[in-house]
């Protein structure tokens, strides 16, 4: 069974046991799972349910490994450049994205 969520403006199509890097959002420090209920399409078992746009009653739990301080992990660092020709202009910046690592315990629709 897998489902496709909404958060943070991105969706991610998940199944129970996936770990997945998503939007840093905000929790409590010493939470241990997080719900999201914003979900948009669920299959797999039976009859594929399709929200318009969210399914009603269906939400997505997840767990952190220890707890959320601890599941904030660093994506990979982009270096955007700016850069206009002829005119001794460049200016390179640095950015690195925060993402909450999760694992996808349970799926129910």
Avoid: C, W
């Avoid at 046991?17 to 669920?42: M, S």
């Avoid at 299959?43 to 601890?70: D, L, Q």
């Amino acid at each position: 069974m897998y489902a496709v969520i909404e958060q943070g403006g991105k969706q991610y199509k998940v199944a129970e046991g996936d770990q997945v890097d998503i939007e840093l959002t905000d929790v409590k420090p010493d939470a241990k799972k997080i719900e999201f209920d914003k979900v948009l399409f669920v299959a797999g078992g039976g009859e594929p349910k399709i929200g318009s746009p969210y399914i009603e009653n269906a939400k997505v739990t997840a767990s952190f490994k220890t707890n959320a301080e601890e599941a904030v992990v660093k994506g990979k660092k982009l270096y955007p450049m700016h850069f206009k020709k002829r005119k001794h202009s460049r200016k390179r910046i640095g950015h690195r994205q925060k993402y909450l690592q999760v694992t996808i315990k349970e799926i129910t629709a």
